[in-house]
Structure formats: structure tokens, C-alpha cells
């Protein structure tokens, strides 16, 4: 079983989350943030894992900490999950258009972190939430998940659709390198580990 929880305490947040890599989509999410909440319950719709979120944040001074620990949370959780990743694909790659927006997200579930950003907000925020805080969450996620992660935005006029497709491309691209391939023996890597 592909599943892990991952609880973090810290003097600005706490946060737990658990993960299901073979689920069905199923999503329950409250950080206090309602956008992000949003981001998560299409992360896990479009990738099918189930993912479930409780997270409370010193919010009154912005939502900073919050955001990024959630990204750290969940990605934790999402490494835990994954083991010692024998039998993935390890590559993933989707291109998501949203109405006038169009985003590509490529990763390698290699356990070498990297974050490629090359996405720009036309405005500042979206709803409540800044939208530089946006990149702060996918370097979270990457690094504690052990993702090398390329989110290129092409264009695009919309700020909530952009984000949007940042995270649908993820979450896509995450469902493809996450399966289990029957004709893979050990880890898809000729070092022999992940």
C-alpha cells in the first residue's frame, strides 16, 4: 500500500497530511487558505491520489508559512509514500490548457529535488492569496518530495488560470510517473537506486 501521514509542528504552523498514490481522487483540505485548498482538491482529483489536509498557520501575519509548509507536508508525504520507488515509470509530462492559458509540467521522481519555474502572474494576487507565493509551494513540494520539477506557463492572461494549470499539470504528470510498470524490475535507474 502506497500510503503515508506526515504531521509537522513548527512555532508558525502545524500541519498533517496523508496520501494515497493509488487512489481514487479523493480530497479533504483545510489550511485556512481558501485558494490553496482549491490547488490541493485539483491536485489530487487529476492525479487520483487521495489526499487529505489539516493545517492552521499564523495566518494573521500573511500566509507565507502556511503555504510553504504545506507544500513541505505534503510532499513528505508523497516520498514516504513512494519508498524506495521500485517499479515506477519515474517520468512524467502533460501539457494543460485552460481557456486562454496553456502550462507545461515535466517531472522525474528521481530523488534529486530541483524546481524549474518559468511561470509570471500578470496580477498580484488571486483572491486573497499573493501569487509569488505559488512558486514558494512547488519548491516546497520538489525538495521534500524528492522531485526534479519543470512548470513552464506559455501564456496566459488569467492569474487563477494560471495557477490553476501549474497544478492539474502536476497532478497529471505525477499520475503518469507514479504508476507501477509491471516490466520494470527494481527502480528505473541503471545507479540502481532512487
Not at 515535466?106 to 483572491?127: A, C, E, H, M, T
Request: aromatic letters at 8%.
Amino acid at each position: 500500500m502506497r500510503q503515508a501521514s506526515v504531521e509537522r509542528k513548527t512555532k508558525e504552523t502545524t500541519i498533517t497530511a496523508t496520501v494515497d498514490l493509488d487512489g481514487t481522487g479523493r480530497y479533504d483540505v483545510a489550511t485556512g487558505i481558501g485558494f490553496l485548498d482549491h490547488m490541493l482538491e485539483q491536485l489530487a482529483k487529476h492525479s487520483l491520489m487521495d489526499i487529505t489536509v489539516r493545517a492552521k498557520g499564523d495566518l494573521h501575519i500573511d500566509f507565507h508559512h502556511t503555504n510553504e509548509d504545506t507544500g513541505i507536508v505534503v510532499g513528505q508525504a508523497v516520498a514516504k509514500a513512494l519508498g524506495d520507488r521500485q517499479k515506477i515509470r519515474r517520468y512524467g509530462a502533460s501539457t494543460i490548457p485552460f481557456d486562454e492559458t496553456l502550462t507545461r509540467v515535466i517531472v522525474d521522481v528521481s530523488n534529486r529535488p530541483y524546481l524549474v519555474w518559468k511561470v509570471k502572474f500578470p496580477q498580484p494576487k488571486v483572491g486573497e492569496m499573493d501569487t509569488e507565493l505559488f512558486k514558494e509551494w512547488f519548491q516546497a513540494f520538489a525538495q521534500a518530495a524528492g522531485i526534479t520539477l519543470h512548470i513552464v506557463n506559455e501564456y496566459g492572461d488569467n492569474s487563477h488560470h494560471i495557477a490553476e494549470s501549474c497544478f492539474k499539470g502536476l497532478a497529471r504528470s505525477l499520475r503518469e510517473a507514479f504508476q507501477v510498470d509491471a516490466r520494470e524490475q527494481g527502480v528505473p535507474s541503471t545507479k540502481g537506486v532512487l
